[in-house]
């Protein structure tokens, strides 16, 4: 689904990412775990344009896309979920997620689309018209992931999904997650300090470390097992 | 004697000033040797003319001190030359001549004053750094619309006249002493009484920046929070500052109705207080020494135009504005100083890797 | 009496034209177009010359000059704008630039006086004052204009869109708003909007390049006054500040009116630094 190539990246003359190559398979749940600092969000954020790449390619569907604007790369297919959801606080639930359509006009199964997504997120129409700066972090989390989903992404990337959320609502949003996958076959990249959330959820995990990747496990390798967290050590 | 010498050169040294090496100084004496000997060989009118010219860096130094070093950003400046000349030709006019420098120092001081004044409503209220800009843009605005509504014979002090928009005339110059030993300040005298008070204001500012203050001028330029984290109350160093300019631009207010013998609302209008920002931006705002050539590159070529039918000028000193933000944010003659220093290290280095010393051939 | 009720509507009229273009971009890109007065001159200046030498209805004519007020700065924005919007200070110094260059060239092209037209409604009699019907179409435009902003900020995409770039840009970009775009139309809908500004009052003033000055500075007090908000903004400022001016060039002279705005903007600046916005705020926060 995704390809990157060589990447290297940062903030302005700093590297984060170095030449780092990652593929990431269509229908399954990739995780990149690692420590503060190991470029985890930079990742993400290059794929979505807010880094600037010094060099490298990326590319959806075989399409390139480190050339485009961030607007254009969300309108490619790319839904965001960042750290820290990023609700617009002075718009509403209903407005949050009207602008999570300015990706395309036209969804072809859209009204099954917001079916779908309300069932999913009930919260989403409860509390349609409350500001979104006045609700919790979980109930952000399920707006801003509502929100995403809404433009039909092809990839889904989710930045510290559990990041300052309860313990509680983590489960839940692990559990949404499985269930994007399977029911609505959705390819989601997560990037996670979590490593019990990445253990149920992912299909593979790509352990990241000062902006490169060190190993990458498949599930049947770090599910039950603390491989991950021996990774992690390092 | 010779360290003490060198002590003083080291003072004036700094990061916060461009040049420090001893061919700097040596040119620098130069300058000020061969701006002294200047009214010596030319001619009255010219003299007389760049005089005036050299009061104008009085107005920019005072705007690129707090704006470049600082972080102020003051329309206000051009309202306190302004008033400064007003403060000056109101007491000089009603007193004898030769006390006229007492004049002088009222101004300057009135001014100060001011500048406290109105600093500390703009400081200690916390007023924010867009805010400050409109605030003394307004100010500025206020002081000429009261003086314009002066005319009528019955806004005097004493025997001074204010004169509304069309302004105060018959000020007198400056002058020490009295009778046939009274030095007058016009022409040539006048010339080397501004050239002495430049010298002595850029090395004052060099000595100021270089030191403790200058690196708290620029560390609430930077970052205002650290620097309150820190301990250092920056109102105070804002106030500070804000009252040294004010006593700078007063100096050359003063000067300026000195020369003139004449000061009007219209110094202190939305053009006056335009052209200060224009200089400072231009030549390079955390300059001095590129605020003092701009300054009066950019008045004389403002003369030259206002002979040739002046209606063009105001379009060049916007356009110029224009290009350097666009394409020179860093001023004009810092740019170009920048690229200077570059090109002399580089020679400095490829000479080194020449030197045998460090293994290379001559 | 009727005489003050009259001069607050026409001041208010006056002071929500004049600043809406000026609060949409403030309010919207945080920055301080000073080339504000230029738009509003161009919009007086077309509407002039399309009345005058085109023979075009008055009618006709202001809309034509809000239009190409808004082209004129849609061009501006392209070039030159857009690369200015993280360095607010230097922004400002452009469009002040842009302001003298614009007045300039025309001052320059056209020179100083330019024709004059006519109110195209007549006058009427109070008591032993005469007024004009003109005026109270100016409040009715006034008003209209606040309606339609009003609508286009909250029913419209556009509006929500803007709505939420407000917030936070960098969130609008990632769900694919073209925010780019967006402040094109943002920018041009400023300028349109002083354009007919000027246009509007091109019949009651005597056009000159300078025309925008004596809107330019009255605007931003309207601005700092009423904070942020491109609607609460110019709303509730313009009552109290209009109220104000009026009064006291009633009671005294425009000059005492003037004095009184500057100094109770820069009360304002110091005391309630958000302005009306601010104040706004709080009160929707206690309910």
């Given at each position: 689904?995704?390809q990157?190539?060589?990447i290297?990246?940062?903030y302005?003359?700093t590297?984060v990412?170095?030449?780092?190559?990652?593929?990431?398979p269509?229908g399954?749940?990739?995780a990149?775990v690692?420590?503060?600092g190991?470029?985890k969000?930079?990742?993400?954020?290059?794929?979505?344009?807010?880094?600037?790449?010094?060099?490298?390619?990326?590319s959806?569907?075989?399409?390139?896309?480190?050339r485009?604007?961030?607007?254009?790369?969300?309108?490619?297919?790319?839904g965001?979920?960042?750290?820290?959801?990023?609700?617009?606080?002075?718009?509403?639930v209903a407005?949050?997620?009207?602008?999570?359509?300015?990706?395309?006009?036209?969804v072809?199964?859209?009204?099954?689309?917001?079916?779908?997504?309300?069932?999913?997120?009930?919260?989403?129409?409860?509390?349609?018209?409350?500001?979104?700066?006045?609700?919790s972090?979980?109930?952000?989390?399920?707006?801003?992931?509502?929100?995403?989903?809404?433009?039909?992404?092809k990839?889904?990337?989710?930045?510290?999904?559990?990041?300052?959320?309860?313990?509680?609502i983590?489960?839940?949003i692990?559990?949404?997650?499985?269930r994007l996958?399977?029911?609505m076959g959705?390819?989601?990249?997560?990037?996670?300090?979590d490593?019990t959330?990445?253990?149920?959820?992912?299909d593979?995990?790509?352990?990241?470390?000062?902006?490169r990747?060190?190993?990458?496990?498949?599930?049947e390798?770090?599910?039950?097992?603390?491989?991950?967290?021996q990774?992690?050590?390092? | 004697?010779?360290?003490?010498?060198?002590?003083?050169?080291?003072?004036l040294?700094?990061?916060?000033?461009?040049g420090?090496?001893?061919?700097?100084?040596?040119?620098?004496a130069?300058?000020?040797?061969?701006?002294l000997l200047?009214?010596?060989?030319?001619?009255?009118?010219?003299?007389?003319n760049?005089?005036?010219?050299?009061?104008?860096?009085?107005?920019?130094?005072?705007?690129?001190?707090?704006?470049g070093?600082?972080g102020?950003?003051?329309?206000?400046q051009t309202?306190?030359?302004?008033?400064?000349?007003?403060v000056?030709?109101?007491?000089?006019i009603?007193?004898?001549?030769?006390?006229?420098?007492?004049?002088?120092v009222?101004?300057?001081?009135?001014?100060?004053?001011?500048?406290?004044?109105?600093?500390y409503?703009?400081?200690?209220g916390?007023?924010?750094?867009?805010?400050?800009?409109?605030?003394?843009?307004m100010?500025?605005?206020?002081?000429?619309?009261l003086?314009?509504?002066?005319?009528?014979?019955?806004?005097?002090?004493?025997s001074?006249?204010?004169?509304?928009?069309?302004g105060?005339?018959?000020?007198?110059?400056l002058?020490?002493g009295s009778?046939d030993f009274?030095i007058?300040?016009?022409?040539?005298?006048?010339?080397w009484?501004?050239?002495?008070?430049?010298?002595?204001?850029?090395?004052?500012l060099?000595?100021?920046?270089?030191?403790?203050?200058g690196y708290?001028?620029?560390?609430?330029?930077?970052?205002?929070l650290?620097?309150?984290?820190?301990?250092?109350?920056?109102?105070?160093?804002?106030?500070?500052?804000?009252?040294?300019?004010?006593?700078?631009?007063?100096l050359?207010?003063?000067?300026f109705?000195s020369?003139?013998?004449?000061?009007?609302p219209?110094s202190?209008?939305?053009?006056?207080?335009?052209?200060?920002?224009i200089?400072?931006?231009?030549?390079?705002?955390?300059?001095?020494?590129?605020?003092?050539?701009s300054?009066?590159?950019?008045?004389?070529?403002?003369?030259?135009?206002?002979?040739?039918?002046?209606e063009?000028?105001?379009?060049?000193?916007?356009?110029?504005?224009?290009?350097?933000?666009?394409l020179?944010?860093?001023?004009i003659?810092?740019?170009?100083?920048?690229?200077?220093?570059?090109?002399?290290?580089?020679?400095?280095?490829a000479?080194?890797?020449?030197?045998?010393?460090?293994?290379g051939?001559? | 009496?009727?005489?003050l009720?009259?001069?607050?509507?026409?001041?208010?009229?006056?002071?929500?034209?004049?600043?809406?273009g000026?609060?949409?971009?403030?309010?919207?890109?945080?920055?301080?177009n000073?080339?504000?007065?230029?738009?509003?001159?161009?919009?007086?200046?077309v509407?002039?010359?399309?009345?005058?030498?085109?023979?075009?209805?008055?009618f006709?004519?202001?809309?034509?000059?809000?239009?190409?007020?808004?082209?004129?700065?849609?061009?501006?924005?392209?070039t030159?704008?857009?690369?200015?919007?993280?360095?607010k200070?230097d922004?400002?110094?452009?469009t002040?630039?842009?302001?003298?260059?614009?007045?300039?060239a025309?001052?320059?092209?056209?020179?100083t006086?330019?024709?004059?037209?006519?109110q195209?409604?007549?006058?009427?009699?109070?008591?032993?004052?005469a007024?004009?019907?003109?005026e109270?179409f100016?409040?009715?435009c006034a008003?209209?204009v606040?309606?339609?902003?009003?609508?286009l900020?909250?029913f419209?995409r556009?509006?929500?869109?803007?709505?939420?770039?407000?917030?936070n840009r960098?969130?609008a970009?990632?769900?694919g708003?073209?925010?780019?775009?967006?402040?094109?139309k943002?920018?041009?809908?400023?300028?349109g909007?002083a354009?007919?500004?000027?246009a509007?009052?091109?019949?009651l003033?005597p056009?000159?390049p300078?025309?925008?000055?004596?809107?330019?500075?009255?605007?931003?007090?309207?601005?700092?006054?009423?904070?942020?908000?491109?609607?609460?903004?110019?709303l509730m400022?313009?009552?109290?500040?209009?109220?104000?001016?009026?009064?006291?060039?009633w009671?005294?002279?425009?000059?005492?009116?003037?004095?009184?705005?500057l100094?109770?903007t820069?009360i304002?600046?110091?005391?309630?630094?958000?302005?009306?916005?601010?104040?706004?705020?709080?009160?929707?926060?206690?309910?």
């Amino acid at each position: 689904m995704l390809q990157m190539n060589d990447i290297t990246s940062g903030y302005g003359r700093t590297k984060v990412l170095h030449n780092l190559s990652l593929s990431i398979p269509t229908g399954k749940v990739t995780a990149i775990v690692g420590r503060n600092g190991s470029g985890k969000t930079t990742l993400i954020r290059t794929i979505m344009g807010y880094n600037k790449l010094h060099s490298g390619t990326i590319s959806i569907e075989g399409k390139s896309i480190e050339r485009q604007v961030t607007a254009a790369r969300a309108r490619a297919g790319l839904g965001y979920v960042p750290q820290g959801r990023h609700i617009f606080p002075d718009l509403t639930v209903a407005e949050n997620l009207e602008m999570g359509m300015n990706v395309s006009s036209d969804v072809p199964n859209r009204k099954l689309l917001m079916k779908e997504i309300h069932a999913m997120f009930p919260i989403l129409d409860e509390r349609r018209r409350q500001k979104g700066g006045t609700m919790s972090g979980g109930q952000q989390q399920m707006v801003a992931i509502g929100r995403a989903l809404v433009g039909n992404p092809k990839l889904l990337l989710l930045d510290e999904p559990s990041e300052g959320i309860q313990p509680s609502i983590v489960g839940e949003i692990e559990q949404h997650i499985v269930r994007l996958r399977d029911r609505m076959g959705l390819t989601i990249l997560v990037a996670e300090q979590d490593v019990t959330l990445i253990k149920t959820v992912a299909d593979i995990c790509h352990v990241l470390d000062m902006g490169r990747i060190i190993a990458t496990l498949k599930r049947e390798e770090f599910a039950g097992t603390d491989a991950l967290e021996q990774h992690l050590a390092l | 004697m010779r360290s003490k010498f060198f002590d003083f050169i080291t003072a004036l040294n700094g990061p916060q000033t461009v040049g420090s090496s001893p061919l700097y100084w040596r040119s620098f004496a130069i300058v000020c040797a061969l701006l002294l000997l200047y009214p010596i060989i030319g001619e009255d009118y010219a003299v007389s003319n760049n005089g005036f010219l050299m009061v104008w860096v009085f107005l920019g130094l005072s705007v690129c001190i707090l704006w470049g070093y600082t972080g102020i950003f003051s329309f206000g400046q051009t309202a306190f030359f302004g008033l400064a000349g007003y403060v000056y030709g109101v007491v000089s006019i009603n007193i004898p001549p030769e006390y006229s420098m007492l004049a002088a120092v009222c101004g300057i001081a009135l001014i100060m004053l001011l500048s406290a004044i109105v600093g500390y409503v703009i400081f200690y209220g916390g007023i924010s750094s867009l805010y400050i800009a409109i605030f003394t843009l307004m100010l500025t605005l206020l002081a000429e619309t009261l003086l314009s509504r002066t005319s009528g014979p019955q806004f005097r002090i004493g025997s001074a006249l204010l004169g509304g928009s069309n302004g105060m005339v018959g000020i007198p110059p400056l002058q020490i002493g009295s009778g046939d030993f009274a030095i007058v300040f016009v022409d040539k005298p006048f010339f080397w009484l501004v050239a002495a008070l430049l010298i002595l204001v850029f090395l004052g500012l060099r000595f100021l920046l270089n030191s403790n203050w200058g690196y708290l001028m620029v560390a609430t330029r930077e970052d205002p929070l650290r620097t309150q984290l820190f301990g250092y109350d920056i109102r105070r160093i804002q106030l500070m500052t804000y009252i040294i300019a004010g006593g700078i631009a007063a100096l050359g207010g003063v000067l300026f109705a000195s020369w003139n013998n004449f000061i009007a609302p219209s110094s202190m209008g939305m053009t006056a207080a335009t052209l200060p920002i224009i200089w400072v931006a231009a030549g390079g705002r955390a300059s001095i020494q590129a605020v003092t050539i701009s300054t009066f590159t950019l008045q004389w070529i403002n003369q030259q135009l206002a002979y040739g039918g002046g209606e063009y000028s105001l379009m060049f000193f916007a356009i110029l504005l224009l290009c350097t933000v666009m394409l020179f944010p860093q001023g004009i003659v810092t740019t170009i100083e920048m690229a200077l220093e570059e090109y002399l290290e580089r020679r400095r280095v490829a000479r080194l890797e020449k030197s045998p010393l460090l293994g290379g051939r001559l | 009496m009727f005489g003050l009720f009259y001069q607050i509507l026409a001041t208010f009229s006056f002071l929500v034209l004049s600043t809406t273009g000026l609060a949409i971009i403030f309010g919207v890109m945080n920055i301080i177009n000073f080339a504000h007065a230029s738009f509003i001159m161009l919009g007086a200046v077309v509407t002039v010359y399309l009345v005058s030498a085109a023979n075009l209805s008055v009618f006709l004519a202001i809309p034509l000059a809000a239009l190409i007020a808004a082209a004129v700065g849609a061009f501006l924005e392209m070039t030159l704008i857009r690369r200015l919007y993280n360095r607010k200070l230097d922004c400002l110094l452009a469009t002040w630039a842009i302001n003298i260059i614009i007045v300039q060239a025309v001052f320059l092209w056209l020179g100083t006086s330019q024709p004059g037209i006519d109110q195209p409604f007549g006058s009427f009699t109070v008591g032993d004052a005469a007024y004009n019907y003109y005026e109270l179409f100016l409040f009715g435009c006034a008003a209209l204009v606040l309606v339609a902003v009003f609508l286009l900020f909250r029913f419209t995409r556009f509006g929500l869109n803007v709505r939420a770039a407000m917030q936070n840009r960098d969130m609008a970009e990632g769900l694919g708003t073209n925010t780019t775009a967006m402040y094109l139309k943002t920018f041009a809908l400023g300028a349109g909007l002083a354009g007919l500004t000027g246009a509007l009052y091109a019949p009651l003033m005597p056009v000159s390049p300078y025309f925008g000055d004596r809107f330019l500075w009255r605007a931003f007090t309207v601005l700092i006054v009423g904070g942020a908000d491109p609607l609460i903004g110019p709303l509730m400022s313009s009552v109290a500040l209009g109220s104000v001016y009026g009064g006291l060039t009633w009671l005294w002279d425009s000059v005492a009116g003037s004095i009184g705005i500057l100094l109770i903007t820069m009360i304002f600046i110091r005391v309630l630094p958000q302005g009306f916005t601010g104040l706004w705020d709080i009160l929707r926060a206690k309910k």
